[in-house]
């Protein structure tokens, strides 16, 4: 709702409340959590929760949302080169 009426501040600090205190939540909201950091020119600290999302929440959501932000942030060879490090640390998600 706070996004929504445009208070990307208080949706920010929802969001981030979620990530700290239910995690298996995480890839449910790290899209619109990333798109308002970015909005907010917080773009650091969205890419340190996208990696650390991959780290401590893998899964093949928050794989394929570090893949589309750093592609268009960083370009192609660095997400693949996310892709391809991630493969590596969970190679069950290549079979998914």
Known sequence: MASRRERRADAIGHWLHIVAEAPEYVPLVTDRLVAALDAEARRPEALALLRRSLL???SIDS??????????WEGAAAAETLLRDELKRHP???GV
């Not at 794989?63 to 268009?72: P, S």
């Open 92 to 94: 069950v998600a290549a």
């Open 63 to 72: 794989l394929d949302q570090g893949y589309r932000w750093i592609r268009d």
């Open 56 to 58: 401590e929440y893998p």
